[in-house]
């Protein structure tokens, strides 16, 4: 159930301010009353009156600092006679969409993208052997069967292998990495690796290696698991441990343009220019 906080109530949480960005201070106090449980979700925040009292601003700068916790998912905004601004828990769409603009705009490369998910699933499908119960791994299999079924009917889509990745996270027993998971199924896609053959082929080795790491884990085989994973995100990529036989596997990695131009600079130094003593 909702509870109300009065502004005095608060008195010892909130104080006045004054900063250039008055709105994102008042944002920020807000945002730490919750994360130290002063405030809980479902909490009704005071109106926005009384807020700028307590803070001695503008009903605007107020409305302002209310808006930017909305957008981060920590407070909902809600209209009408029992309206007002509730304490709520961000979702993993909110973080999601947060990471994928982060990603998007940082030119972040599909291979890069293929390791950050391998260090990371190869945890999850690690504490997966050690902790999926039996309907974990018959739920693991019937996602499996789903996407052979798709697959044949010429209907295979991202969001079966999204799906798969997501109940293997529950599996895993852990809140948290449950929370990653669904967070990075935008931003840390495999799509443009998967780009690199042709659907028809890359569906039909995604539901083979999903059934194979199933498998490993039904067989609570830890080491036949992070193999199988590793193949399966690895395909397609230039990476090391790429599976032998694909063409990527054999191309040279295409260095960033960034790291190209560091590369070239050092070369053009002279070899005098190095610091005395340094070898």
Request: hydrophobic fraction near 45%.
């Amino acid at each position: 159930m909702a509870r109300d906080q009065p502004a005095d109530a608060l008195e010892d949480v909130f104080v006045p301010v004054v900063s250039e960005r008055i709105s994102a201070t008042i944002a920020e106090q807000i945002r730490a009353a919750i994360l130290d449980r002063r405030l809980a979700p479902g909490d009704r925040l005071p109106n926005e009156r009384s807020l700028a009292e307590r803070f001695k601003v503008s009903r605007v700068t107020v409305r302002d600092a209310l808006r930017a916790l909305e957008a981060g998912g920590l407070v909902q905004i809600r209209v009408g006679a029992t309206g007002g601004a509730f304490v709520t828990a961000p979702s993993a769409g909110v973080v999601g969409a947060g990471l994928s603009n982060l990603l998007m705009l940082s030119e972040i490369e599909p291979d890069e993208v293929a390791e950050a998910r391998l260090i990371f699933e190869l945890g999850t499908v690690t504490l997966a052997v050690e902790r999926a119960t039996d309907e974990d791994i018959a739920q693991l299999r019937e996602l499996c069967d789903e996407g052979a079924e798709a697959l044949a009917a010429g209907a295979y889509t991202s969001a079966l292998s999204q799906a798969f990745h997501a109940r293997l996270a529950t599996a895993a027993q852990n809140h948290a990495v449950e929370l990653m998971t669904a967070s990075f199924a935008g931003p840390l896609s495999m799509h443009r690796v998967r780009e690199r053959e042709p659907a028809d082929v890359s569906h039909a080795r995604t539901v083979d290696e999903h059934r194979r790491i199933v498998d490993a884990i039904a067989a609570r085989d830890g080491a036949a698991a992070r193999d199988a994973m590793t193949e399966h995100l690895l395909r397609g990529t230039t990476l090391a441990g790429s599976p032998e036989g694909d063409p990527a596997a054999t191309a040279k990695p295409k260095p960033r343009a960034g790291r190209a131009k560091a590369k070239a600079a050092a070369k053009s130094r002279p070899a005098t220019a190095r610091p005395p003593g340094k070898a």
